[in-house]
């Protein structure tokens, strides 16, 4: 392995889960798309020799050393993408940006990972690929959130629309027809760690009840990846509303989320639902293009602190997007 001193950078995008979050924790499909209106990026730098790595959070101003303790995210990354390369700590400035919300479904702490890991493997001239990537990202979703089923570090790491479930090998999406999502912010932080103990903690009072609303929601999502890959974006609205509906049977949603989901289907929406974790954080809804603006201002009206719009492409227009980019 070479060992390269040249500044390298990565970005890593937000995401959201359209279908399947928490039944996916328990083996069931879900299916993830990535956001990349908002992003995380690494940059890393030379420092002068014996200054070993310093890590710049700069949205959270401070600085972190490589003997910070063991459950602090961003360190565990670094010691991670170190151990990977067999590498020794290198002199270095590793700065750290990102745009996206914390604490609010959209996969931030995930983006930050991948983009910090990516980018220092290069700099240290072992780049990798994306399932290494994805691993190691995933060992650090377990400080932050305890038991995650994976689906958060595959979308970011592969940064495409992914159909995921636990254990079993990534499979990417082909989407057959572009489709448009409004995604609305209740503004409120969620823990996604608490969220998902408090299903665990209902499911082992009622497993038979859980259990079964875990399947409807499997197969939500499974009829999702049908209408998706044969382009049927008018037959999406309708399962999204029925996940969401089978969200609040689980306990996740929340009564500025439910006002949210409600006020894009006033506005026009085909379809919305929480997504991620619940409890705060955000909504998604499914939009065609002529109505983005209003379903766009019912969201701000009902207390949306942001609202981001963003177009999954064919599979065939992303290629020869990425080609002239
Ligand atoms: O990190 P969030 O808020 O997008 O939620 C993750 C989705 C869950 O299904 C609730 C948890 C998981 O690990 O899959």
Known sequence: MSTNHATRSASAP???ILFG???????QPAIAVPVTQVKANATVTPAPPGSGLTIVASDLGTDFRLDAPPDEPLTAAARLALSHCSAPEPDATLTLRSTIPIASGLGSGTAVSTALIRALAEFLGCPMETAELS???FEIEKIHHGTPSGIDNTVVAYAQ???FRRGQPVERLAVGAPFTLLIGDTGIRSSTR???EQVRESRRRDPAHYDALFDQIGDVANQARRAIEAGR???LGPLMDE???LLIELGVSSPELD????????GGAMGSKLSGAGRGGNMVALVEEDCVEEVAEELREAGASRVIVSTILQRTLQRIRNKTD
Do not use: I, Q, T
């Open 233 to 235: 974006v008018d037959a």
């Open 21 to 27: 979050e928490h039944a996916v924790v328990y083996g």
């Open 259 to 266: 006002e949210l989901v409600e006020s894009a289907r006033f």
């Open 194 to 196: 608490e969220a998902v």
């Open 161 to 163: 629309p992914v159909y």
């Open 135 to 137: 691993a190691l990202v």
């Open 243 to 245: 996940n969401h509906d």
């Open 14 to 16: 937000g995401k959201v």
